[in-house]
Protein backbone atom coordinates (compact mmCIF):
# COMPACT_ATOMS: atom_id res chain seq x y z
CA UNK A 1 0.00 0.00 0.00
CA UNK A 2 1.18 3.31 -1.09
CA UNK A 3 0.14 6.50 1.13
CA UNK A 4 -0.65 9.70 -0.35
CA UNK A 5 -0.53 13.30 1.33
CA UNK A 6 -2.28 16.38 0.96
CA UNK A 7 -2.18 19.62 3.12
CA UNK A 8 -4.67 22.62 2.84
CA UNK A 9 -5.34 25.61 5.42
CA UNK A 10 -8.36 27.75 6.72
CA UNK A 11 -8.25 30.38 8.92
CA UNK A 12 -11.90 30.02 11.28
CA UNK A 13 -13.36 31.40 14.45
CA UNK A 14 -14.87 28.99 17.26
CA UNK A 15 -15.71 29.32 21.09
CA UNK A 16 -15.55 26.15 23.43
CA UNK A 17 -18.52 27.06 25.36
CA UNK A 18 -20.84 24.00 26.98
CA UNK A 19 -24.67 25.88 27.12
CA UNK A 20 -25.47 23.72 30.16
CA UNK A 21 -22.22 24.76 32.40
CA UNK A 22 -22.19 28.35 33.86
CA UNK A 23 -19.95 31.08 32.64
CA UNK A 24 -17.86 30.57 35.57
CA UNK A 25 -17.23 27.11 35.01
CA UNK A 26 -16.97 27.16 31.34
CA UNK A 27 -13.73 29.65 31.91
CA UNK A 28 -12.46 26.83 34.71
CA UNK A 29 -12.39 24.76 31.92
CA UNK A 30 -11.71 26.37 28.73
CA UNK A 31 -10.03 29.30 29.99
CA UNK A 32 -9.54 32.05 27.07
CA UNK A 33 -11.43 29.52 24.86
CA UNK A 34 -14.76 30.61 26.18
CA UNK A 35 -14.42 33.98 24.98
CA UNK A 36 -17.65 35.32 24.62
CA UNK A 37 -16.29 37.47 21.66
CA UNK A 38 -14.74 33.72 19.96
CA UNK A 39 -11.01 33.41 19.24
CA UNK A 40 -9.58 31.96 16.05
CA UNK A 41 -6.69 29.65 14.27
CA UNK A 42 -5.21 29.35 11.58
CA UNK A 43 -5.72 25.88 11.00
CA UNK A 44 -3.56 23.22 8.86
CA UNK A 45 -5.76 20.09 7.49
CA UNK A 46 -3.58 16.90 6.39
CA UNK A 47 -5.35 14.60 4.50
CA UNK A 48 -3.68 10.88 4.07
CA UNK A 49 -4.98 8.71 1.43
CA UNK A 50 -3.97 4.76 1.08
CA UNK A 51 -4.26 2.78 -1.56
CA UNK A 52 -2.70 0.55 -4.38
CA UNK A 53 -1.26 2.23 -7.26
CA UNK A 54 -3.40 2.29 -10.22
CA UNK A 55 -1.51 0.74 -13.22
CA UNK A 56 -2.39 2.90 -15.53
CA UNK A 57 -2.06 5.66 -14.34
CA UNK A 58 0.91 5.44 -11.98
CA UNK A 59 -1.01 7.03 -8.93
CA UNK A 60 -2.93 6.13 -5.85
CA UNK A 61 -5.21 9.07 -6.94
CA UNK A 62 -5.05 12.08 -8.58
CA UNK A 63 -3.84 14.86 -6.45
CA UNK A 64 -5.59 17.60 -8.66
CA UNK A 65 -8.74 15.42 -7.65
CA UNK A 66 -7.90 15.09 -3.97
CA UNK A 67 -7.35 18.83 -3.92
CA UNK A 68 -10.66 20.05 -5.90
CA UNK A 69 -12.51 17.13 -3.56
CA UNK A 70 -10.83 18.48 -0.07
CA UNK A 71 -11.81 22.56 -1.20
CA UNK A 72 -14.76 22.15 -2.32
CA UNK A 73 -16.33 20.17 0.24
CA UNK A 74 -14.39 21.51 3.51
CA UNK A 75 -12.16 24.02 2.86
CA UNK A 76 -14.89 26.98 1.15
CA UNK A 77 -17.24 25.28 3.88
CA UNK A 78 -15.42 26.30 7.41
CA UNK A 79 -12.65 28.96 5.72
CA UNK A 80 -13.24 32.87 7.54
CA UNK A 81 -16.15 31.04 8.77
CA UNK A 82 -17.57 31.21 12.42
CA UNK A 83 -17.54 27.21 13.03
CA UNK A 84 -20.46 27.67 16.15
CA UNK A 85 -22.66 29.52 13.69
CA UNK A 86 -22.17 29.62 9.99
CA UNK A 87 -21.02 26.02 8.77
CA UNK A 88 -23.88 23.47 8.54
CA UNK A 89 -22.30 20.30 9.28
CA UNK A 90 -21.78 21.44 12.62
CA UNK A 91 -24.81 22.46 13.66
CA UNK A 92 -25.49 21.26 17.18
CA UNK A 93 -21.96 19.94 17.15
CA UNK A 94 -19.17 20.99 19.82
CA UNK A 95 -16.67 22.93 17.39
CA UNK A 96 -13.45 21.29 18.89
CA UNK A 97 -10.92 19.96 16.59
CA UNK A 98 -12.15 16.13 17.83
CA UNK A 99 -15.40 16.95 16.23
CA UNK A 100 -14.02 19.14 13.36
CA UNK A 101 -11.60 16.21 12.12
CA UNK A 102 -14.66 13.57 12.74
CA UNK A 103 -16.85 15.52 10.73
CA UNK A 104 -15.05 15.78 7.77
CA UNK A 105 -13.94 12.07 7.56
CA UNK A 106 -18.11 11.60 7.36
CA UNK A 107 -17.98 14.25 4.23
CA UNK A 108 -14.33 12.77 2.54
CA UNK A 109 -14.32 9.17 2.84
CA UNK A 110 -16.85 8.11 0.52
CA UNK A 111 -16.13 10.95 -1.62
CA UNK A 112 -12.67 9.43 -2.09
CA UNK A 113 -13.71 6.08 -2.46
CA UNK A 114 -15.79 6.76 -5.42
CA UNK A 115 -13.62 9.11 -7.16
CA UNK A 116 -10.69 6.48 -7.30
CA UNK A 117 -13.24 4.00 -8.42
CA UNK A 118 -12.66 2.01 -4.78
CA UNK A 119 -8.80 1.97 -4.83
CA UNK A 120 -7.64 4.61 -2.29
CA UNK A 121 -9.32 5.08 1.21
CA UNK A 122 -9.04 7.91 3.44
CA UNK A 123 -6.24 6.31 6.08
CA UNK A 124 -6.28 9.73 8.45
CA UNK A 125 -6.84 13.21 9.14
CA UNK A 126 -4.06 15.20 11.03
CA UNK A 127 -5.85 18.81 11.92
CA UNK A 128 -2.87 21.11 13.65
CA UNK A 129 -5.09 23.99 15.74
CA UNK A 130 -1.84 25.55 16.98
CA UNK A 131 1.71 24.88 16.19
CA UNK A 132 2.17 23.44 19.47
CA UNK A 133 -2.04 20.91 18.99
CA UNK A 134 -3.17 18.91 16.80
CA UNK A 135 -5.69 16.00 16.51
CA UNK A 136 -5.24 12.49 14.02
CA UNK A 137 -8.35 10.51 13.34
CA UNK A 138 -8.22 7.03 11.79
CA UNK A 139 -12.51 6.43 11.00
Not at 88 to 109: Q, R
Request: hydrophobic share 40%; charged share 25%; proline share 4%.
Amino acid sequence: MVFICRKEHFSAAHRLYNAAWSPEKNCEVYGVCANPNWHGHNFELVVKVGGEIDPNAGWVMDMKVLGRLIKESIIERVDHKNLNEEVDFLKGKFPSCEVLVMEFWKILAPQIEAHSQGRARLHSLTLWETEKNFVEYFG
